[in-house]
Structure formats: C-alpha cells, structure tokens
Nanobody, 121 residues
Framework: QVQLVESGGGLVQAGGSLRLSCAAS????????MGWFRQAPGQEREFVAG???????SYYTDSVKGRFTISRDNANTVSLQMNSLKVEDTAVYYC???????????????WGQGTQVTVSS
C-alpha cells in the first residue's frame, strides 16, 4: 500500500519558519518527481514547489521563491523549509509524487493526507 505521510505543520507567527516533511512508503520513489501543493479555505489547490527524481532541479511558484526551499533527503523523503512565512501562506499543505510526468502538472499519481499550516499576524 502506497502512502505519503506529511508532518511538521502547525501554528507560527508571521515571519517565522516551519519545516514540512513527507515520507513515502509502499514502493520505491527514486524515479518519481515529488512536490508540495497547498489549499487555502475557499480556494483551489495550487502547486508550491517540486523537485525531480535526481534532486538536481527544483522549481517554485512565484509567491514562495526566495522563502521556501524543497529538498530531497533520500529517495522516499522530501522536505519543505518555509521561512519568512506570511499570513497568506496559511493552508493545508499536501505532498505529492508523480512518475514519468511533472509533479506540478496537477495530476500526481499519489497524494498525502495533508498537514495544516497556520500563520498568524
């Protein structure tokens, strides 16, 4: 059974930092692109950051560039370091994995259950 399990969400003040982690299990993800999406209340799910299977390339949505960093700790673990958090970063954050296609395309093969990030002013 394939699972993506996120951890590290919580409540933080604006300007603070959080680190999200995603542990994948059930199969080998060494050839998968992995990434993070988020969904704020009343809004559609949006792509946040992605990293390729080789961990050589990473990419971000414009609103988080320079503040968030995605990393691949090993074949089955990906993290998202979030600095200088803003109130508008408040959302449920989802880990995702995609095989043979870009993870940012919005149709990953696997999703995590999500972890809440709340940034207070």
């Amino acid at each position: 059974q394939v699972q993506l399990v996120e951890s590290g969400g919580g409540l933080v003040q604006a300007g603070g930092s959080l680190r999200l982690s995603c542990a994948a299990s059930g199969r080998t993800f060494s050839s998968a692109a992995m990434g993070w999406f988020r969904q704020a209340p009343g809004q559609e799910r949006e792509f946040v950051a992605g990293i390729g299977w080789s961990a050589l390339g990473s990419y971000y949505t414009d609103s988080v560039k320079g503040r968030f960093t995605i990393s691949r700790d090993n074949a089955n673990t990906v993290s998202l370091q979030m600095n200088s958090l803003k109130v508008e970063d408040t959302a449920v954050y989802y880990c995702a994995a995609a095989f043979q296609k870009p993870v940012e395309a919005g149709a990953p093969d696997y999703w995590g259950q999500g972890t809440q990030v709340t940034v207070s002013s």
